[in-house]
C-alpha cells in the first residue's frame, strides 16, 4: 500500500483487505482482553489499542466513500453474463455450495461459543475444537463476531451470486476477505500453539480434518472475492441500449441486423 500510495497508484482494494483485517484484529483483540481471564487486569497502556481501532475504521469509511477504480456499468458482456442462470455458471455454483458451507460452519462455532445446549454443539466443542472454550476469551469472541457479522455477509454474497447487478459484491467481498485471513490465521495458530493448554489444542485423531475445515473456510471468502475481481459483468449494472426503457430508438446505433 505505501508503494503504491508513493507511485500515485490505486490502492482501494488493497486499502479494503487491509481495513477488514486490522479491525477484525484489533475487534477482537481489544473484547478479548476484556472477556477473557486477564480482564481484571487492565492497564493504563490498554486505552492506546483504540487508537490502533480507530485507524482502519476510519480507512474503511473513507475506502468505501471513495469512488471505485473501475466501472460500475456494463455494457452487451455484462447483458450476456447476467442472463445466465447458476447452473451455466459452474464456478459460481461451487462457490455457492461453499458459501453455504461455511454459513454452517459459521453457526455452529457461534452458537457454541453462545453456549448453546444443543447436542451438536457439544459434541463438537468436545471431540472437534475444544479450543473454542479456552478461558483467554479470544477464541469465543472471535467466534461471536463471525456469528453476528460474517454469518450475514456470507449469505449477502449468496444473494450477490444469484441476484446480478449487485455492485456493492467488489468493496464487501474484499473487505471480509480480509478479515477471515486474520481471524482463522490467529485461530489456526492459536489451537496449535504449543503454549496453549494441551485440553484446548485440536485432538489428534481428527487434526487434519479440522485444519482443512479451517482452510476451506478461510479460502471461501477469498475465492469469492477473486471471482468478483477477475470476471466483474455479473455484478455490473447495464446500460440501457437505444430503443430500451423509452429511448428513441436509432437505426445507425441499432446493434441489431434486420436484413441479410
Known sequence: MISRITDRKGYRSLGLIWAGSLCANMSVF?????????GSEIR??????????LMPVWGAITLFTRPKDRPL???????????????WRPTDLILVVLLIAAMAFTAIRG??????????????????????KDPVGYPRVMMLHLFFYGLPLLGAFVYGLLKPGCTWMSDWTLFLAG????CQWAHIGGSLHPRTTAQFRIPNGVFWSVLVANLLYAATPILVALRVCNNPYFFLKIAPFPGQTGLPNSEEKDTKIKDK
Open 73 to 87: 456499468i456494463g455494457g452487451y458482456n455484462a447483458q450476456q453474463a447476467q442472463s445466465m442462470k447458476l447452473i
Open 30 to 38: 481489544i473484547a478479548g482482553i476484556v472477556a477473557g481471564k486477564y
Open 111 to 132: 452458537l457454541v461459543a453462545l453456549d448453546s445446549p444443543l447436542e451438536a454443539c457439544s459434541i463438537y466443542v468436545k471431540h472437534y475444537e475444544p479450543y473454542l
Open 44 to 53: 493504563p497502556a490498554f486505552w492506546i489499542n483504540f487508537l490502533f481501532l
Open 179 to 182: 478479515a477471515m485471513i486474520q
